[in-house]
C-alpha cells in the first residue's frame, strides 16, 4: 500500500488537511461519516463516492440459503452451538466440500437463532484491502441507521479504527449478544488484512460470538485463546459423516434398493464421509434411469474434484499432487527424492494440506501425509508416465532407511522381481516381524519355485503369513515338507510355528505341549520365543488361568524390550489386554490397549501391522462391552480397512463385530448381509472352512433367536454340533465355546424347557472349574436370574438380576443385558422399580425402552416373604382358591392354608383382598 492510500484510508483530521491522491485530488478526512475510505478505489479504477461502496459492501452481509433436506446432525449442531457461546471463537477448518457453511446455518436453524442477531461475511479477495474489510466488518456489527461514532472518526489506524468499533459493540450489553461469521477467511493473504483479523478474534467482545470458516488454517496464533477457553476448531474429522449418518444420508436410495449396505459401506470407507461427494452422487442416483455408475466414475463427483482439488493449482503443482498420490503416505523427503523437475518442489505434502487438499497428517507419525481415499484413487487416473521408475526410487529410499515392508511394497509395484526377491531374502525374518503380510502374499505369487523350495527360512516365513491369515492348512503343509529336509537347527522354530498353528485352530492343550517343546529348544530364535510365549499365554487365558496366563505374557514383553522392537511389543500389550478382557477389567483393558496404540503409531511411514489392527479391534471390543458404540463404529472402520491391507484373520473378529452391533439396533438384515460378506471375504481368502464357518453358523443362530426364528436357530447350533465336540476354543473367539452353550439354554429356554437350560448353564461352571471368563459369567448368571423368576417367582429373578447388575455395574460390562434382551425384557419391567439408583441402570433402561427413574420402596416388611410363599402370593393374586394353589404347586391344602397366614402376618393384614392391595404397594406384584 502506498503512503498516499495509507494516508488516504487513516485519513487524520485536522492533521493532514492537504493530503492528496495518486491523481493530484483532494482527500476528505475520515470523519465525514463515509465507509473506510471516502473516495473508494476500485479493482477496475476511478473514484466512487464512499456511501455508494458501502451500499454495495452491505449486500455482502447475509447468510447464504439453507440446503433443501440437509440431514439432521445433532451430534455436529451440539457441538457447534456449545462453542458459539458469547465471548468465544469458533473456527471451522477443512477441504473444500465438508459443509462447513450449511452444517453452521443448520445449527443457527435448528436453534432458532433470531436472523437479526446473526451478520454473515463471505470474504472474497477483495478483502486483501484492509479498509474494504473494515468496512465490512462496520457494516455487519452496526445497523444501518447508527452513526459512525466520534472516537472511530478520529481514529488515526486501521486497528484504532476496530478497537473503537468493537468497544462500541461491548457497550450494548449482555442483552444485545450476537453472531458474527466470517466465512472464507483463507482468501486473506495480506499483512494488514490479517492483523485486523487477528485483532477482531483477541478482542472479540463479551456479548460477540465470532464464527470462522476457512479450508486453510489461520495466518496467526491461536493457543493462548485455547488455553483460556475462548477459542475451539472443529475440523474435517468433525465434520465429516458418521458411518450411521451416512446410512441415514443414503436411506432412501436403501429403501428404493438402488444401493445396497455393502455399497454404502464402501462409499463410506472410500469417501471418509466427505458430504459433498456423497451429495452430488446422491442425487444423480436420484436424477438418473440408467444404471448406476461408482462413485468416482460420476460426473458430477469428477467435477467437483477437478474444480475443488485441481483447477487451482499451477500445473507444477498438479505433478507435485499426482506424484505424491502414487504412494500410500508420504512426507516431503520421500516426495522430494521422487519430484523431477516439472514438479513445483515447494508445493510438498506439508504445503499442499495446509492449501486446503484433502491429505490429512497421520496422528503420531510426524510429518507424514495420506489423502482421502477418493482423492487417492482420482489422482491415480490416468497413471502418469514413469511410475515404475519411481516406485522403485521410493522402494530403494524405504531400503535404505531400513523400512523392509514398504521397501518391499514398491519394489512389487515397480515390477522389480529381482530387488523384491533380494529384500524378501535378506530381510526375510524382518519382514515378518513387520507384519506385512500382504505383501508378502503378493511376492509369493513371483518367487520361482526352486528358489522357494530350496529357502526353509522363505518356507517358515511364509509358513507364518499363512497362519496369520488363517490358512492353517497350507501353513501345516510347508512344515510337514520342511521336516522331512530341514536340520534340526530349525525344529525349535518348526514347533513354534505349529504351536501357533494349533492354538489358531482352537486345539489348546496340544498347543500347550507343543509351545513349550518349542521353548526347550536351544536354537529358537528370540523372535520365536515371544511368539511362543505369547501362544502360551492365549492357551492359558482360553482355560482361564489368568495367572499363568500374565506370567507367560511377561516373559513375551522382557522378549519383545530386549529385541528393541516395537511390533514385537504392540503383540505384548495386545496379549495382556486380552488377559484383562477375560478378567472382565474392561477399564485396565482400554488403557492398555490405548497405551499399544500410542506407542505403534510413533514410527513414520509404515503400514498397518497385524499387531496395530488387533490392538484397534479389542479397543473396539472394549467400547461395545461398555455400550460405546458411536466410538465403537467409528474405529471400526478403519479396523475393516487395515485388516483387509494385512490379509489378517482379524478381518473375520471385526466383521463378527460388525453383526453384532447391527444386532444390538436391531437392524437384522444388515446383521445378515455382513455374515454374507464375511464368508464371501473368507472364501476368496482361502481360509480353512474349519475357522470361519463355526463362526458365522453361531452369528447365524443367535441372530435368528433374536428374530424369533426358534427352529432356524437350533438348526444352526445342531450342526455347530460336531465343532462343539471336539472342545475347539479359537484363539480369536475364546468365549465362543462358552457363549454357544449359553445359546443352547437359550433355545431350551424359549422352548420352555427351564429345568433343561438350568443343567447346561451348570455345566459351563462345572467345566471352568470355577474360573469362567467374566463376560461369560454375566451371560450365565443373567440367564439363571430368567429361570429363577419363572421357577421361584419374581423375588428370586430380581435378587439374582440385582446381583448380576451389581457385578457388570463396576466395569460399565453392558453387552450381556444388550444381548439378552429377548430374554430378559419381562423380568427387567417387572424389577425395574427395585433396582438401585445407578448411571448403570440407567443405561441398561435406555437398552431396554424403560425411561421411568428406578423408586426406592417406601415401606419395609419386617420379615421379608419366602419364595415359596412369594409364589403362593401370586397365585393368589390371579384368583386362585386354595384348592386351585394346591393342585398347580402340588402341595397340600394344609400347606397352601399355613402359606396364606404367614403371609397376611407378614403384610399385616386380615383377607386375601387386602393382602394383594399391600403386596402391590410394596412392589411384590
Given at each position: 500500500m502506498?503512503?498516499?492510500s495509507e494516508?488516504l484510508?487513516?485519513g487524520?483530521?485536522?492533521k493532514?488537511?492537504?493530503v492528496r491522491n495518486?491523481?493530484?485530488?483532494?482527500?476528505?478526512?475520515?470523519d465525514?461519516g463515509?465507509?473506510?475510505n471516502?473516495?473508494?478505489?476500485?479493482v477496475?479504477?476511478g473514484?466512487?463516492?464512499?456511501e455508494l461502496?458501502?451500499?454495495l459492501?452491505r449486500?455482502r452481509?447475509r447468510m447464504?440459503?439453507?440446503?433443501?433436506d440437509?440431514l439432521?446432525?445433532?451430534?455436529?449442531?451440539?457441538?457447534?452451538?456449545q462453542?458459539c457461546?458469547p465471548?468465544?471463537i469458533?473456527?471451522?477448518?477443512s477441504?473444500?466440500?465438508?459443509?462447513k457453511?450449511h452444517?453452521?446455518?443448520a445449527?443457527?436453524?435448528?436453534s432458532?437463532?433470531g436472523?437479526d442477531r446473526?451478520?454473515?461475511?463471505s470474504?472474497?479477495?477483495?478483502e486483501n484491502?484492509a479498509?474494504r474489510?473494515?468496512?465490512?466488518?462496520?457494516i455487519?456489527?452496526?445497523?444501518?441507521a447508527t452513526?459512525r461514532?466520534?472516537g472511530q472518526q478520529n481514529?488515526?489506524?486501521?486497528?484504532?479504527a476496530?478497537?473503537v468499533?468493537?468497544s462500541g459493540?461491548a457497550?450494548s450489553g449482555?442483552e444485545?449478544s450476537?453472531f458474527?461469521?466470517?466465512d472464507?477467511v483463507?482468501?486473506i493473504?495480506?499483512?494488514?488484512s490479517?492483523?485486523?483479523?487477528?485483532?477482531?478474534v483477541v478482542?472479540?467482545?463479551?456479548?460477540?460470538?465470532?464464527?470462522l470458516?476457512s479450508?486453510k488454517?489461520?495466518?496467526?496464533?491461536?493457543?493462548?485463546?485455547?488455553?483460556?477457553?475462548?477459542?475451539?476448531?472443529?475440523?474435517a474429522?468433525?465434520?465429516?459423516l458418521?458411518?450411521s449418518e451416512?446410512?441415514?444420508?443414503?436411506?432412501d436410495?436403501?429403501?428404493?434398493q438402488?444401493?445396497?449396505?455393502?455399497t454404502?459401506?464402501?462409499?463410506?470407507?472410500?469417501t471418509e464421509?466427505?458430504?459433498t461427494?456423497?451429495?452430488?452422487?446422491q442425487?444423480?442416483l436420484?436424477e438418473?434411469t440408467?444404471?448406476?455408475?461408482?462413485i468416482?466414475?460420476?460426473?458430477s463427483v469428477e467435477?467437483?474434484?477437478?474444480?475443488?482439488?485441481l483447477?487451482?493449482?499451477?500445473?507444477?503443482?498438479?505433478?507435485?499432487?499426482?506424484i505424491?498420490a502414487e504412494?500410500?503416505?508420504?512426507s516431503?523427503?520421500?516426495f522430494?527424492a521422487?519430484a523431477?523437475?516439472?514438479c513445483?518442489?515447494a508445493?510438498?505434502?506439508?504445503a499442499a494440506?495446509?492449501?486446503?487438499?484433502?491429505?490429512?497428517?497421520?496422528?503420531g507419525?510426524g510429518?507424514?501425509?495420506?489423502?482421502?481415499?477418493?482423492?487417492h484413487?482420482w489422482l491415480q487416473?490416468?497413471?502418469?508416465?514413469g511410475?515404475?521408475e519411481?516406485?522403485?526410487?521410493?522402494?530403494?529410499?524405504?531400503?535404505h532407511?531400513g523400512?523392509f515392508?514398504?521397501a518391499?511394497?514398491?519394489?512389487l509395484m515397480?515390477?522389480?522381481h529381482?530387488?523384491?526377491?533380494q529384500i524378501?531374502?535378506?530381510?526375510?525374518e524382518a519382514?515378518?516381524?513387520?507384519?506385512?503380510t500382504a505383501s508378502l502374499l503378493a511376492?509369493?505369487?513371483s518367487?520361482p519355485?526352486?528358489?522357494?523350495?530350496?529357502?526353509p527360512?522363505?518356507?517358515?516365513?511364509?509358513?507364518?503369513?499363512?497362519?496369520i491369515g488363517?490358512?492353517f492348512?497350507?501353513a501345516?503343509?510347508?512344515i510337514?515338507?520342511?521336516?522331512?529336509?530341514?536340520?534340526?537347527?530349525l525344529?525349535?522354530r518348526?514347533d513354534?510355528l505349529?504351536?501357533?498353528?494349533?492354538?489358531?485352530?482352537?486345539a489348546?492343550?496340544e498347543?500347550?505341549?507343543v509351545?513349550?517343546r518349542?521353548?526347550?529348544?536351544?536354537d529358537l530364535s528370540a523372535?520365536?520365543?515371544l511368539v511362543?510365549?505369547?501362544?502360551?499365554s492365549?492357551a492359558m487365558c482360553?482355560?482361564?488361568?489368568?495367572?499363568?496366563?500374565?506370567?507367560?505374557?511377561r516373559?513375551a514383553?522382557?522378549?519383545a524390550?530386549?529385541a528393541?522392537?516395537?511390533?514385537s511389543?504392540?503383540?505384548?500389550?495386545?496379549?495382556h489386554a486380552r488377559?484383562?478382557l477375560?478378567k472382565?477389567a474392561?477399564r485396565h483393558?482400554?488403557q492398555l490397549?490405548r497405551?499399544?496404540l500410542?506407542?505403534?503409531?510413533?514410527e513414520?511411514?509404515?503400514?498397518a501391522?497385524?499387531?496395530?489392527v488387533?490392538?484397534?479391534?479389542?479397543?473396539?471390543i472394549v467400547?461395545?462391552?461398555?455400550?460405546r458404540?458411536?466410538e465403537?463404529?467409528r474405529l471400526?472402520v478403519n479396523?475393516?480397512?487395515?485388516a483387509?491391507?494385512t490379509?489378517?484373520?482379524?478381518l473375520?473378529?471385526a466383521?463378527s463385530l460388525?453383526?453384532?452391533?447391527?444386532?444390538?439396533?436391531?437392524?437384522?438384515?444388515?446383521?445378515?448381509t455382513?455374515?454374507g460378506r464375511?464368508e464371501?471375504?473368507?472364501q476368496?481368502?482361502?481360509?480353512d472352512?474349519?475357522?470361519?464357518?463355526?463362526v458365522l453358523?453361531?452369528l447365524k443362530g443367535?441372530t435368528?433367536?433374536?428374530?424369533?426364528?426358534?427352529?432356524?436357530?437350533?438348526?444352526?447350533?445342531e450342526?455347530?454340533?460336531?465343532?462343539?465336540s471336539?472342545?475347539?476354543?479359537p484363539?480369536?473367539?475364546?468365549?465362543?465355546?462358552g457363549l454357544l452353550?449359553?445359546l443352547?439354554a437359550r433355545l431350551?429356554?424359549?422352548?420352555q424347557?427351564?429345568?433343561c437350560?438350568a443343567?447346561t448353564l451348570k455345566?459351563i461352571?462345572d467345566r471352568?472349574?470355577?474360573?469362567?471368563?467374566?463376560?461369560l459369567?454375566l451371560?450365565?448368571?443373567l440367564l439363571?436370574?430368567?429361570i429363577?423368576?419363572r421357577q421361584k417367582?419374581?423375588?428370586?429373578?430380581?435378587?439374582a438380576?440385582?446381583a448380576a447388575?451389581?457385578?457388570?455395574?463396576?466395569?460399565?460390562?453392558?453387552s450381556?443385558?444388550?444381548e439378552?434382551?429377548?430374554?430378559?425384557?419381562p423380568?427387567?419391567?417387572?424389577?425395574?422399580p427395585?433396582?438401585?439408583?445407578?448411571?448403570?441402570v440407567?443405561?441398561?433402561?435406555r437398552?431396554?425402552?424403560?425411561?421411568?427413574?428406578?423408586v426406592?420402596?417406601t415401606?419395609?416388611?419386617?420379615?421379608?416373604?419366602?419364595?415359596?410363599?412369594q409364589?403362593v402370593l401370586e397365585?393368589?393374586?390371579?384368583g386362585?382358591?386354595?384348592q386351585d394353589?394346591?393342585?398347580?404347586?402340588?402341595i397340600?391344602l394344609?400347606?397352601?392354608?399355613?402359606?396364606?397366614?404367614?403371609?397376611?402376618?407378614?403384610?399385616?393384614?386380615?383377607?386375601?383382598?387386602q393382602a394383594?392391595?399391600r403386596?402391590?404397594?410394596?412392589?411384590?406384584l
Amino acid at each position: 500500500m502506498t503512503v498516499q492510500s495509507e494516508l488516504l484510508f487513516t485519513g487524520w483530521k485536522g492533521k493532514c488537511p492537504g493530503v492528496r491522491n495518486s491523481t493530484g485530488q483532494s482527500v476528505k478526512p475520515f470523519d465525514d461519516g463515509s465507509a473506510a475510505n471516502d473516495e473508494f478505489q476500485s479493482v477496475l479504477g476511478g473514484s466512487y463516492r464512499g456511501e455508494l461502496v458501502k451500499d454495495l459492501l452491505r449486500q455482502r452481509v447475509r447468510m447464504p440459503d439453507p440446503v433443501a433436506d440437509y440431514l439432521a446432525r445433532p451430534g455436529l449442531t451440539g457441538k457447534i452451538r456449545q462453542a458459539c457461546e458469547p465471548g468465544k471463537i469458533l473456527f471451522l477448518e477443512s477441504p473444500p466440500g465438508f459443509g462447513k457453511s450449511h452444517g453452521l446455518c443448520a445449527a443457527f436453524h435448528e436453534s432458532e437463532t433470531g436472523a437479526d442477531r446473526i451478520r454473515w461475511i463471505s470474504l472474497t479477495g477483495q478483502e486483501n484491502d484492509a479498509g474494504r474489510l473494515l468496512a465490512l466488518i462496520e457494516i455487519a456489527l452496526t445497523s444501518r441507521a447508527t452513526t459512525r461514532l466520534r472516537g472511530q472518526q478520529n481514529a488515526s489506524s486501521y486497528t484504532d479504527a476496530l478497537s473503537v468499533l468493537l468497544s462500541g459493540v461491548a457497550a450494548s450489553g449482555a442483552e444485545d449478544s450476537r453472531f458474527l461469521v466470517i466465512d472464507n477467511v483463507g482468501s486473506i493473504a495480506h499483512p494488514a488484512s490479517t492483523a485486523l483479523l487477528h485483532q477482531l478474534v483477541v478482542e472479540t467482545p463479551a456479548n460477540l460470538s465470532l464464527i470462522l470458516v476457512s479450508r486453510k488454517p489461520l495466518p496467526f496464533e491461536t493457543h493462548s485463546l485455547e488455553l483460556a477457553g475462548r477459542f475451539r476448531r472443529l475440523g474435517a474429522e468433525d465434520l465429516e459423516l458418521t458411518r450411521s449418518e451416512t446410512f441415514e444420508f443414503f436411506g432412501d436410495s436403501l429403501t428404493s434398493q438402488k444401493l445396497t449396505t455393502v455399497t454404502i459401506e464402501h462409499l463410506h470407507a472410500l469417501t471418509e464421509g466427505w458430504l459433498t461427494p456423497l451429495g452430488l452422487y446422491q442425487r444423480e442416483l436420484q436424477e438418473s434411469t440408467e444404471s448406476r455408475l461408482p462413485i468416482q466414475d460420476s460426473a458430477s463427483v469428477e467435477r467437483f474434484l477437478r474444480d475443488a482439488v485441481l483447477i487451482p493449482l499451477t500445473p507444477g503443482q498438479q505433478r507435485s499432487l499426482r506424484i505424491m498420490a502414487e504412494l500410500d503416505v508420504v512426507s516431503d523427503e520421500l516426495f522430494l527424492a521422487l519430484a523431477d523437475s516439472a514438479c513445483d518442489h515447494a508445493f510438498r505434502p506439508s504445503a499442499a494440506s495446509e492449501a486446503g487438499i484433502p491429505l490429512r497428517a497421520i496422528p503420531g507419525r510426524g510429518r507424514w501425509y495420506r489423502f482421502n481415499p477418493l482423492v487417492h484413487e482420482w489422482l491415480q487416473t490416468p497413471v502418469m508416465a514413469g511410475l515404475e521408475e519411481r516406485a522403485l526410487r521410493a522402494s530403494r529410499w524405504f531400503n535404505h532407511r531400513g523400512r523392509f515392508p514398504e521397501a518391499l511394497r514398491y519394489a512389487l509395484m515397480a515390477n522389480a522381481h529381482d530387488e523384491a526377491m533380494q529384500i524378501a531374502s535378506d530381510a526375510s525374518e524382518a519382514l515378518l516381524i513387520g507384519q506385512d503380510t500382504a505383501s508378502l502374499l503378493a511376492l509369493r505369487q513371483s518367487l520361482p519355485m526352486d528358489l522357494f523350495e530350496q529357502s526353509p527360512r522363505l518356507k517358515i516365513v511364509y509358513g507364518w503369513v499363512h497362519a496369520i491369515g488363517g490358512q492353517f492348512a497350507r501353513a501345516r503343509a510347508l512344515i510337514d515338507d520342511l521336516a522331512t529336509t530341514a536340520d534340526q537347527a530349525l525344529q525349535g522354530r518348526v514347533d513354534a510355528l505349529r504351536a501357533f498353528i494349533l492354538r489358531g485352530e482352537g486345539a489348546v492343550l496340544e498347543a500347550l505341549e507343543v509351545a513349550d517343546r518349542a521353548l526347550a529348544s536351544a536354537d529358537l530364535s528370540a523372535q520365536g520365543r515371544l511368539v511362543t510365549e505369547l501362544v502360551r499365554s492365549s492357551a492359558m487365558c482360553a482355560q482361564g488361568n489368568f495367572t499363568q496366563a500374565r506370567e507367560a505374557n511377561r516373559n513375551a514383553a522382557r522378549l519383545a524390550r530386549e529385541a528393541g522392537d516395537n511390533g514385537s511389543e504392540t503383540l505384548a500389550v495386545y496379549a495382556h489386554a486380552r488377559i484383562e478382557l477375560g478378567k472382565g477389567a474392561l477399564r485396565h483393558a482400554e488403557q492398555l490397549l490405548r497405551t499399544g496404540l500410542d506407542t505403534a503409531i510413533n514410527e513414520a511411514a509404515r503400514s498397518a501391522r497385524v499387531g496395530e489392527v488387533r490392538l484397534q479391534l479389542h479397543l473396539v471390543i472394549v467400547l461395545w462391552h461398555q455400550g460405546r458404540e458411536r466410538e465403537a463404529d467409528r474405529l471400526l472402520v478403519n479396523c475393516v480397512r487395515h485388516a483387509e491391507q494385512t490379509r489378517d484373520l482379524a478381518l473375520l473378529l471385526a466383521m463378527s463385530l460388525r453383526v453384532l452391533i447391527c444386532r444390538t439396533h436391531e437392524r437384522l438384515d444388515e446383521a445378515f448381509t455382513w455374515i454374507g460378506r464375511a464368508e464371501r471375504t473368507m472364501q476368496a481368502w482361502k481360509v480353512d472352512a474349519s475357522v470361519y464357518v463355526p463362526v458365522l453358523e453361531a452369528l447365524k443362530g443367535s441372530t435368528w433367536l433374536v428374530s424369533g426364528q426358534i427352529e432356524a436357530a437350533t438348526q444352526a447350533l445342531e450342526r455347530l454340533g460336531p465343532w462343539r465336540s471336539a472342545n475347539c476354543v479359537p484363539d480369536m473367539f475364546p468365549m465362543m465355546p462358552g457363549l454357544l452353550d449359553c445359546l443352547q439354554a437359550r433355545l431350551e429356554m424359549a422352548n420352555q424347557k427351564d429345568e433343561c437350560a438350568a443343567r447346561t448353564l451348570k455345566a459351563i461352571r462345572d467345566r471352568h472349574h470355577e474360573m469362567v471368563p467374566f463376560g461369560l459369567e454375566l451371560h450365565v448368571r443373567l440367564l439363571e436370574s430368567v429361570i429363577a423368576s419363572r421357577q421361584k417367582g419374581m423375588p428370586a429373578g430380581q435378587k439374582a438380576l440385582a446381583a448380576a447388575i451389581d457385578l457388570a455395574a463396576g466395569e460399565h460390562y453392558l453387552s450381556p443385558f444388550t444381548e439378552l434382551r429377548r430374554e430378559l425384557q419381562p423380568l427387567m419391567e417387572k424389577a425395574w422399580p427395585h433396582l438401585p439408583r445407578l448411571p448403570f441402570v440407567d443405561e441398561i433402561g435406555r437398552v431396554y425402552g424403560i425411561r421411568t427413574a428406578p423408586v426406592v420402596e417406601t415401606a419395609q416388611l419386617a420379615e421379608p416373604i419366602s419364595d415359596r410363599e412369594q409364589g403362593v402370593l401370586e397365585l393368589i393374586a390371579q384368583g386362585l382358591s386354595n384348592q386351585d394353589i394346591a393342585d398347580k404347586l402340588h402341595i397340600s391344602l394344609h400347606t397352601v392354608k399355613t402359606h396364606a397366614r404367614r403371609i397376611n402376618a407378614k403384610l399385616e393384614v386380615k383377607s386375601r383382598t387386602q393382602a394383594i392391595v399391600r403386596a402391590r404397594e410394596l412392589g411384590l406384584l
